[in-house]
């Protein structure tokens, strides 16, 4: 039980586009969902919390306008970086938890903005 | 100053030692404690979480935790090579958004 998924796993995107990245509950209602940044060597940073239905809260220095996350259902999140700069490539990792504490991870989307 | 920390390593242990894990957290309201292992260039893998004082034992993985010392440690028993990984050591203060330590990397030698 307690499986992630994320789409896609990789992507490679131009300076200036924009990329979602989706985050699913398999099996599990995800009442909160959560993304993080990881840059290479570096522990994990978390950038918003979601709850289904709500508005995301995004931890201090983390854009809203450029990191658009929405959470319409309880097995779906959506992470859109937009007009992506070569400085926003990195780990976006997104996790999910249900009735209890316990956060269970996707296995990523490594994005590369050239 | 973090509110998780952790030595980075790496630790080498020996094939079939113990390896020990430690992880100090500054908030001392913090109520959920969760030892995740993560290997190179993939997600973090949710191995132990314990929320209450003592010890808690998972076939070779037992956390521990002492709140009074605001302390939480990971014991690996019977070290493999394939637990050679970072072990990222993360803290809820109750609100359900989990603070991470730096991470240690473990090394297990054959």
């Known amino acids: 039980g307690a499986v992630v998924s994320q789409h896609p796993s990789w992507v490679i995107c131009k300076s200036g586009t924009s990329v979602k990245i989706e985050c699913r509950s398999l099996?599990?209602?995800?009442?909160?969902m959560f993304w993080y940044r990881q840059f290479p060597k570096q522990s994990l940073m978390l950038m918003a919390t979601s709850n289904e239905g709500s508005k995301a809260t995004y931890e201090q220095g983390v854009e809203k306008d450029k990191f658009l996350i929405n959470h319409a259902s309880l097995t779906l999140s959506t992470l859109t970086v937009t007009s992506a700069h070569p400085e926003d490539s990195s780990f976006y990792i997104c996790?999910?938890?249900?009735?209890?504490?316990?956060?269970?991870f996707g296995p990523g989307t490594r994005l590369t903005v050239t | 100053q973090k509110e998780v920390e952790q030595n980075s390593g790496p630790l080498s242990v020996p094939e079939g030692a113990i390896a020990s894990l430690n992880c100090t957290y500054s908030?001392?309201?913090?109520?959920?404690f969760f030892w995740y292992r993560q290997y190179s260039g993939k997600s973090p893998e949710l191995i132990m979480f314990i929320y209450s004082n003592g010890d808690k034992e998972d076939g070779r993985f037992t956390a521990q935790l002492n709140k009074a010392s605001q302390y939480v440690s990971l014991l690996i028993r019977d070290s493999q090579p394939s637990d050679s990984a970072t072990y990222l050591c993360?803290?809820?203060?109750?609100?359900?958004?989990?603070?991470f330590g730096s991470g240690t990397r473990l090394q297990v030698q054959p």
């Open positions: 099996d599990f209602q995800a009442t909160t």
């Open positions: 908030d001392r309201g913090s109520q959920s």
């Open positions: 996790s999910a938890s249900g009735d209890t504490e316990e956060q269970y």
């Open positions: 993360a803290v809820s203060g109750g609100r359900r958004a989990l603070t």
